[in-house]
């Protein structure tokens, strides 16, 4: 089993060793998590995505109810700072085709939470190919959640495991359903 794991899942070195936008908003001060998987699409085929965690999780939603789409929805590649992904964030920073910064929002989501900062970042690999790589920042604001901290790192594992392979294969269906220029 690799050692890294739960703090970090498919992440390069390089990947770990980059700035992400999170890194602006919340300071680490204990280890952050990384995810990232390759996806047989392009970047902005996987950005557009990306978006589409305005209107689900796409990892274990339908166990709160949240509709899942498979097929991207109107309006969601329209970003604007302050608008609200996966009911649980807020957009904080973005950039077009590249990045989207979140913040958990709202007492209940700091109370149950503490501060989290995450940002998802697609990157072009050349070929038809990108990287989705997300970093997340997590910092407890009380004993409890330091605490939950180590169970936390797992159950995020968990979800955003789920939610990348979701995100992958939703990505390179639409990449699939784009005429290839030769």
């Not at 970047?43 to 557009?48: D, E, K, Q």
């Amino acid at each position: 089993m690799n050692a890294r794991i739960p703090l970090v899942w498919g992440a390069t070195d390089e990947e770990l060793r980059a700035e992400y936008a999170c890194d602006q908003y919340l300071p680490a001060t204990s280890a952050p998590l990384f995810r990232a998987v390759t996806v047989e699409a392009d970047r902005a085929v996987l950005f557009r995505w990306m978006c589409q965690l305005k209107v689900s999780s796409y990892s274990f939603a339908f166990l709160f109810g949240m509709p899942t789409p498979r097929q991207l929805t109107p309006g969601t590649d329209h970003l604007e700072r302050g608008q609200r992904f996966m009911d649980l964030f807020d957009l904080v920073d973005f950039e077009d085709g590249h990045h989207l910064t979140l913040a958990v929002s709202g007492k209940g989501g700091e109370a149950v939470y503490g501060r989290l900062a995450v940002s998802y970042v697609a990157r072009d690999l050349g070929d038809g190919r990108s990287r989705l790589v997300v970093k997340t920042i997590h910092e407890p604001v009380n004993g409890f959640q330091r605490f939950l901290k180590p169970f936390l790192a797992w159950g995020d594992l968990l979800m955003m495991r789920r939610q990348f392979h979701n995100l992958k294969r939703l990505a390179e269906r639409e990449q699939g359903l784009i005429p290839r220029e030769r």
